[in-house]
């Protein structure tokens, strides 16, 4: 990798993959054919992209059974024990509805309910992701939300993947679906014969996946558009070489188009990584994806000092942000815009990925200037509670048929009037 002086005029950002126009009419198609057809579509989609004939999509009870018998304990007690982990900390996020009662009697609160029903896309194939499952389902649990359903793509014997089964199984989840792809998203936003209807649709995918979420928005609520996988490390000459370099290759084995990129005020430190990053990259099992994200999509920046590193993250607003500096949480309260946080040597990405607890369903490409990582909040919705005594109206009533008026809603305006005893006045 090669090291560059950090500059204002450098661009940090990389455009969101839209996918091409051919990919949006597809999924444009199967969207309109499953909203149409339901399950026959589901099922002529699920052969052409599968190749799997399902007789019953919905996974038995016998299934899920079977597949928990043939994980390990020590793999379902991992579950358990990052599951536990993912709900305490998701547990202090709960809000409640709240009340006030005003001195003229009027009351004024929030109502705070679950969404009724979330679904949760889990990638299939050959690799599972149990995580996703653990991420996208625990806060909506958490919040109440009654109904979760899970989607994810046959395997070619028309099974899912037994970790993912009882990952599952673990949290109580029991109405899954083995299919996949945009006809997954069009079922679970429009339903089908088989598949009710949600309010919600999580959980990541490819870019027919993404495109279909982005498709069915309005019609149910997403979590985000999410890009590929990122983390931005911002380091002075405390730092590590190998550490570093370590966790620049956790980022980019996930994808060619996923961007690893170290800020350093350190020149030293930064021809250090470069060299591990090469020489860890020898010996990684999914070098070709990684050197290509490394070569592509990620960067070694050397800043003139803290202030500009920091200025070179806000900007970059990135998913993942690691802190390798002397004093971490010195640094880390100039820091407006990441995902996550994770601060000090001994905090490597995947401890949030799978372990800690924070959800690692995270803003991607600078999003994290605005929004935030999936939390319980993201399945309940807010009703405003408005009771107005007669007192207040009274005192008030005047002033809000004025109000009205400047907006030219004369029957807004009369509409307080008449509770004044002045609806004469327009008779």
Known sequence: MNVTPLSSHISLKRSLDQGTSNQRRSVESILADVKAQGDEAVARYTKQFDGVELADRRVSAAETAAALERVSEETKALIREAAANVRDFHERQRQETWITTKPDGTILGQKVTPLDAAGVYVPGGRAAYPSSILMNVIPAQTAGVERIVMVSPPQPDGSLNDTVLATAAELGITEIYKVGGAQAVAALAYGTETIAPVDKITGPGNIFVALAKQLVYGTVDIDMIAGPSEVVILADESGHGDFIAADMLSQAEHDPMSSAVLVTTSRELAEETAAEVERQLQTLPKEAIAREAIETHSAIY?????????????????????LHTAKPWEVMSRIRHAGAIFLGENSSEPVGDYFAGPNHVLPTNGTARFSSPLNVEDFTKKSSIISYSERALHEHGEKIAAFARLEDLEAHARAVELRLGKDEEHE
């Open 302 to 322: 050397t800043a003139a000092d803290m202030d500009e590193g920091v200025w070179a993250v806000n900007e970059l607003a990135p998913e993942h942000l690691e």
